[in-house]
């Protein structure tokens, strides 16, 4: 057993047999004079706690204490019904508290123990209750935000585990004290039933037994019972004043010393002003000037000493926030910040500044919001944060999108004009300032708010100015998504998929192909707008023909096919014929017979003078399905597809080639005509 133990262990087992056998007085008196040092003990250590769960003991602290206090009074009360001499402790406190005088004494045992009583044992319990229940019901959310800081990484596993301990470790304290609380209220009320009985007893036992008068035995037997309530409330109104302070701790930093003192005194402008009203109060008080003035002037100089000494505290933090802002400037690390490069910016002039400030009712934020949720549903893409700037270089009303720094588009609207677009069918026109639609180059005009109605009921497509930005926006994504797509967001597109299709992850990745090669497979898709939500069948499709070849091109066509019932309900309507352009079974062959390997892939080796002529005949067709309003779709056979399309999208880069084998059984096609070149 530890020396801990063992003294923990007798001081119980004393308590107790303190209760039973009679205690000789010297032996007494050595024993409260203890008690009142464990009581200060506890209480210094109660002032000078960084937190509450430095004294986690104390419920159990405060349980002990009490007990052994209670078997202090009750050998003490049988000192005094028995011989009458509790000890020379005893006999001093009640002769010394009352001056020789046994009302005062009285009255000053009354007081101490209604203060015990009413104030400073009632104020603990309460506050112990309320602070009990306010910490079980936050423990719930306080879980809660340690997990989300884990989960965002700013925390590590183990301070989690920390913070969660910890804040079990609170809650069991608050619960504790809420029930601890209640031991020192009823050692307050023992103590007032044993100082009844000690007084009535007392009395009793001198006039009987001792042969004393009234007047002999009340005094003597009142200062013995006023001494042993003393020994014996002041230790527990200081565990009661400890009881209080562990528990209105707000501050976790610094001692309770320090947090008092420093927020009392820490505002000049109060001590002035304390110190000003003192004075005046002097100057109107003779009787009382000197120590008014004393007081006053006392203050006054206490609140320049604080004022100097906040000021010289700022100048301090100034010269260091310099200082720190110096070394980051000197730091080379500095100039990491400046090669990181936004995956997508829109930068914008400051007319268009309102259209992004919440303040100012613009929305733009939010339909940020909804191109990347858009996308995500539509393309199964994950859309990188789209960074929004002003940038005072730019025309008041000019934006412009950027692709990793580069700048790939450009548009200017007019903040408070509308835009309006010709469907096609509108016969009368409206006045308004010409100009384009950024997303798609189509004619347009400004209008005002006044004429927007009007626009609307002859059959305009009228555009508010953030819709403009958020559609071009939308567009040059859905252009530059294959590029946007790294090799971490695909890791993070595996890991999800993982968590319900294990085997299949384990099987394809990295057995069969990498996270590189996965990839490169679904930037083609994405470049030709293909969705690729749909990871399950993707990867099913690759894991199927990875084993026979990896070239990342063949690849992608097998995805393709077997992404065939969305392809098909994307370009084909099962409820009408739909309008395609075929491709010269000749042509296929000459584009067979041009490709050539390597160990980069595949490229196309055709004679520019066919190229040309390739180009004009789908230049042609194209033109036929355009005038009818269908799609620009030409239908190839497998081996072909992804290279004729290699091939036009330098030149029509809306074009839509598909094969054979990616359309469904039940789609119901229309040739209206076919690239093909003539002979010569």
């Known amino acids: 057993m530890k020396k801990t133990d063992l003294a923990l262990a007798i001081y119980i087992l004393a308590a107790i047999v303190f209760l039973i056998v009679p205690m000789p007085s010297f032996l007494l008196d050595i024993l409260v004079t203890f008690n009142i040092a464990v009581a200060l003990l506890i209480l210094l250590n109660a002032m000078y706690a960084q937190e509450v769960l430095s004294m986690s003991s104390f419920p159990t602290l405060l349980l002990f204490t009490t007990v052994f206090r209670i078997a202090l009074n009750v050998s003490s009360t049988r000192l005094i019904l028995t011989s009458g001499s509790p000890g020379k402790v005893v006999e001093t406190f009640g002769s010394f508290v ?33 602070t009990a229940r306010f910490t079980l019901d936050a423990m719930p959310g306080k879980q809660m935000a340690i997990d989300a800081d884990l989960n965002t990484g700013a925390i590590t596993d183990k301070e989690a585990r920390e913070r969660r301990q910890k804040l079990q470790e609170e809650s069991a304290f608050f619960g504790s004290m809420d029930g601890a609380t209640k031991y020192v209220k009823g050692d307050a009320i023992t103590g007032i039933i044993i100082t009844i009985l000690n007084l009535v007893g007392g009395l009793v036992m001198g006039m009987v037994r001792g042969g004393l008068p009234l007047n002999e035995a009340l005094e003597k037997y009142a200062i013995l019972t006023i001494g042993d309530g003393l020994v014996s409330q002041i230790p527990s109104l200081l565990i009661s004043l400890s009881t209080g302070i562990i528990v209105t701790k707000a501050s976790k930093e610094v001692g309770i010393g320090e947090l008092v003192v420093g927020q009392l005194l820490n505002n000049y402008k109060v001590l002035f002003s304390v110190g000003g009203a003192l004075i005046g109060l002097g100057l109107f008080l003779p009787d009382l000037r000197l120590l008014f003035l004393v007081f006053g002037f006392a203050l006054v100089i206490l609140g320049q000493v604080m004022n100097g000494k906040q000021e010289i505290a700022s100048i301090e933090q100034e010269v260091e926030e310099e200082e720190v802002e110096a070394d980051n400037i000197r730091k080379h690390e500095n100039v990491n910040s400046l090669l990181q490069v936004d995956p997508i910016e829109l930068e914008f002039g400051y007319g268009i500044i309102p259209l992004a400030d919440v303040n100012q ?82 004619p347009a005009i400004w209008i005002t708010e006044a004429q927007r109605e009007r626009a609307e009921s002859m059959g305009y497509t009228v555009v508010d100015p953030p819709s403009i930005i958020a559609t071009h926006l939308t567009e040059i994504i859905r252009r530059h998504l294959d590029e946007l797509l790294t090799r971490q967001d695909v890791q993070n597109l595996i890991t999800n998929i993982k968590e319900n299709n294990t085997t299949l992850i384990d099987e394809l990745v990295p057995k069969l192909l990498g996270v590189g090669e996965i990839q490169k497979v679904l930037q083609n898709l994405l470049r030709e707008g293909i969705s690729i939500r749909d990871l399950v069948t993707i990867f099913e499709t690759l894991a199927d023909y990875a084993a026979t070849t990896r070239d990342t091109d063949v690849l992608t066509e097998y995805a393709r096919q077997g992404l065939k019932r969305a392809i098909s309900s994307k370009y084909f309507s099962t409820m009408e014929m739909t309008s395609v352009v075929t491709l010269d079974p000749n042509v296929e062959q000459m584009i067979m017979n041009s490709v050539k390997q390597s160990e980069q892939g595949a490229y196309l080796t055709l004679d520019p003078g066919i190229t040309k002529q390739i180009m004009n005949s789908v230049e042609e067709e194209v033109s036929k399905l355009e005038n009818l309003g269908k799609n620009p779709i030409i239908i190839t056979s497998p081996i072909v597809r992804m290279y004729f399309k290699r091939l036009t999208e330098d030149y029509f880069g809306d074009l839509i080639v598909i094969s054979y084998n990616e359309i469904e059984s039940n789609i119901e096609l229309q040739s209206v005509g076919m690239v093909t070149i003539s002979d010569n």
């Open 98 to 130: 009352g001056g020789g005088d046994l009302v005062v004494g009285m009255i000053i045992f009354v007081v101490l123990i209604i203060v015990q009583m009413m104030v400073i044992n009632k104020g603990s319990e309460r506050v112990s209750e309320v």
């Open 361 to 442: 009712g613009g929305d733009l934020l939010d339909r940020v919001v909804m191109i990347r949720r858009q996308i995500a549903l539509e393309l199964g893409a994950v859309v990188p944060i789209i960074r929004l700037r002003d940038n005072i270089q730019l025309n008041p009303n000019q934006y412009v999108i950027k692709i990793k720094g580069v700048q790939v588009s450009e548009g200017e609207i007019l903040f408070d004009h509308y835009m309006a677009m010709n469907p096609g069918y509108v016969e009368e026109e409206i006045t308004g300032i010409p100009t384009f639609e950024p997303s798609f180059h189509l």
